[in-house]
């Protein structure tokens, strides 16, 4: 079964742009979640999509937001980019909500 | 609140055994995981603990204690391919989301 992917790998944008990432979860699995990952602040969890639906967010501002598509695809969102919003963006997919996840590679997305 | 404990870094050396700790104080608790992160790459799952007690699976094997908020992961019979960052995260049993803690660098020296 191919893994978790995500794209685009690598990003650069500038203050005040906007970002569109995306993420192909693993074959049967239903729930997607994402994470933010710095050196200062570690994993952070993102939010959560099972069934085209988000069940849970965590705690970032409005400008970051998702969707998830009927074939489980998921696309995150990030507008109006400030400096701080440079990281490693991860994606993970589980069967469902109480499985474990497994990660996709990242974006690592670089604003200037 | 959330809050999750580990070691920053620590050293060890190829062939001997390591334990990383991990403390948790969560509101709620649905299982504690570990997980592999070398550098660059994405995290992978190591091992899995919802009830107290040890599970092994080869060199890798992790604790739990639930009543102590703490967790361990042993690693034996280090390799250099060893060296990466071990990640804690409990997953809450409300929004199932994962905490994760700051994660713990180790470092196999030959």
């Known amino acids: 079964k191919a893994g978790v992917t995500q794209t685009p790998r690598y990003l650069i944008k500038t203050r005040g742009q906007q970002v569109t990432l995306s993420c192909s979860p693993i074959s049967g699995h239903r729930s997607v979640s994402w994470y933010q990952q710095t050196p200062g602040q570690g994993l952070q969890f993102l939010f959560e999509?099972?069934?085209?639906?988000?069940?849970n967010k965590g705690n970032f501002p409005g400008r970051f937001s998702g969707r998830q598509f009927s074939n489980s695809r998921s696309e995150m969102n990030v507008s109006t980019l400030e400096l701080g919003d440079s990281a490693l963006y991860l994606c993970?997919?589980?069967?469902?909500?109480?499985?474990?996840?497994?990660f996709g590679p990242g974006t690592r997305l670089t604003v200037l | 609140g959330q809050n999750i404990d580990q070691p920053t870094e620590m050293t060890a050396t190829e062939g001997a055994i390591v334990q990383i700790n991990c403390t948790y104080q969560t509101s709620g608790f649905n299982g504690l995981f570990w997980y592999q992160q070398h550098a660059g790459e994405a995290p992978t799952f190591l091992s899995y603990n919802v009830l107290d007690g040890l599970e092994e699976k080869g060199r890798f094997s992790s604790f739990l204690s639930r009543s102590k908020g703490y967790s361990y992961l042993l690693l034996k019979e280090l390799q250099m391919k060893d060296s990466a960052s071990y990640l804690c995260?409990?997953?809450?049993?409300?929004?199932?989301?994962?905490?994760f803690g700051p994660g713990t660098r180790l470092s196999v020296l030959p």
């Open positions: 999509y099972f069934s085209e639906t988000q069940r």
């Open positions: 995260a409990v997953r809450s049993p409300y929004g199932q989301n994962f905490v």
């Open positions: 993970a997919s589980s069967p469902d909500r109480t499985d474990t996840q497994y």
